[in-house]
């Protein structure tokens, strides 16, 4: 199993320039995060989707759209980035009841907008 | 206003000892309370967790206390080791969705 994986892990882009990332999982996990962080702080929730066709906003979502076409992709996209947009962006998925209820995170992506 | 807060940035501690790390939160609504490990260029990775209807949970070296009344949590390492050296946030959730501290960053010094 390759748990939760990001593409790209890296990326620079200028203001006003558009991007997506990907989330994929195969744990066939319900609910799946998009979170950023930034340094120092802690991770905070920008969207999250509780299963497939279904997406909600979280702590910190404008600026960004996410979409959630199959069970195993979550889709989080910026469609006019902007400086405070770099960040780390870190997505996660987890069952809806399960044990301790954790959350599986992937490696990250670190977007840097100049 | 910060619901789970993780007042000490960092902390550093003998290879050996016990590292304490703390955590306070302010909502009521809270129905667990989740321990995660950060090591630098990689996401989080689930240590450990606990029931609000519970006031202890241990895992080898690793146990949580909650303190319901106080609205506190901390997380003891027994015995620290330099493995252990990462950032550790503290992470509350309800209705689906958690919300992170800060984080602690530990050193265990050999």
Known sequence: NAGVTQTPKFRVLKTGQSMTLLCAQDMNHEYMYWYRQDPGMGLRLIHYSVGEGTTAKGEVPDGYNVSRLKKQNFLLGLESAAPSQTSVYFCASSYVRGRENEQFFGPGTRLTVL | ?110
């Not at chain 2, 902390?11 to 490990?37: A, H, P």
């Open chain 2, 1 to 110: 206003d910060q619901q789970v807060k993780q007042n000490s940035p960092s902390l550093s501690v003998q290879e050996g000892r016990i590292s304490i790390l703390n955590c306070d939160y302010t909502n009521s609504m809270f129905d667990y309370f989740l321990w995660y490990k950060k090591y630098p260029a990689e996401g989080p990775t689930f240590l450990i967790s606990i029931s609000s209807i519970k006031d202890k949970n241990e895992d080898g070296r690793f146990t949580v206390f909650l303190n319901k009344s106080a609205k506190h949590l901390s997380l003891h390492i027994v015995p620290s080791q330099p493995g252990d050296s990462a950032v550790y946030f503290c992470a509350a959730r309800t209705a689906g969705k958690s919300t992170f501290g800060d984080g602690t960053t530990l050193t265990v010094k050999p």
